[in-house]
């Protein structure tokens, strides 16, 4: 026995109007389906209940915007505790791991307030003997350009003083 197949070839508007028929001509009327809300008022079990429509994009909306927010909140308290908690350092991995070692200080507090002391006693009594006034402290800001100890003031604290940048 042959069967014989005839192939129809259908464009995108007699598929809908197939679709269309297909609907109507089954006599029974279109029923939408229920709301979350009603379904509630039916006493729909948790699990079984379902979104449709629009009322699905709006409670993947909201989730969404629920997540973000509380993911913009708990950066904060994540940051800190990874900063302080060692333990749960060892919780993230190792390529995730930005801490600096803290370098360990020059002074102590009580040398650097002596410092600090003398720094203030020291210019207290120069401003008495009177190293202060505006002519000298003109001279000093020009003293001050020329002389720098540290070599801040140069391009290269390493380069002589006959350098020449223009020379190049």
Same mark, same amino acid.
């Given at each position: 026995?042959?069967?014989?197949?005839?192939?129809?070839?259908?464009?995108?508007?007699?598929?809908?109007?197939?679709?269309?028929?297909?609907?109507?001509?089954?006599?029974?009327?279109?029923?939408?389906?229920?709301?979350?809300?009603?379904?509630?008022?039916?006493?729909?079990?948790?699990?079984?209940?379902?979104?449709?429509?629009?009322?699905?994009?709006?409670?993947?909306?909201?989730?969404?915007? +629920?997540?973000?927010?509380?993911?913009?909140?708990?950066?904060?308290?994540? %940051?800190?505790?990874?900063?302080? #908690? !060692? =333990?749960?350092?060892?919780?993230?991995?190792?390529?995730?791991?930005?801490?600096?070692?803290?370098?360990?200080?020059?002074?102590?507090?009580?040398?650097?307030?002596?410092?600090?002391?003398?720094?203030?006693?020291?210019?207290?009594?120069?401003?008495?003997?009177?190293?202060?006034?505006?002519?000298?402290?003109?001279?000093?800001?020009?003293?001050? +350009?020329?002389?720098?100890?540290?070599?801040?003031?140069?391009?290269?604290? %390493?380069?002589?003083?006959?350098? #020449? !940048? =223009?020379?190049?």
């Amino acid at each position: 026995m042959f069967t014989i197949v005839a192939l129809r070839f259908t464009t995108p508007r007699t598929t809908r109007k197939i679709g269309l028929l297909r609907l109507f001509s089954s006599g029974k009327p279109y029923v939408r389906p229920p709301t979350y809300k009603e379904q509630v008022q039916q006493g729909v079990p948790l699990g079984k209940r379902k979104f449709y429509g629009r009322e699905s994009h709006t409670a993947m909306q909201a989730a969404l915007g +629920i997540s973000l927010f509380i993911a913009f909140v708990a950066t904060p308290f994540l %940051g800190k505790r990874l900063a302080r #908690d !060692e =333990e749960f350092r060892k919780l993230i991995p190792n390529w995730y791991n930005y801490k600096m070692e803290v370098p360990a200080n020059a002074m102590s507090r009580e040398e650097m307030h002596e410092q600090l002391i003398s720094m203030q006693r020291d210019l207290h009594e120069r401003a008495i003997r009177g190293d202060f006034t505006p002519d000298k402290v003109e001279k000093m800001d020009t003293e001050s +350009i020329t002389r720098d100890p540290h070599g801040w003031g140069k391009i290269h604290p %390493g380069l002589g003083e006959d350098y #020449d !940048e =223009e020379d190049e």
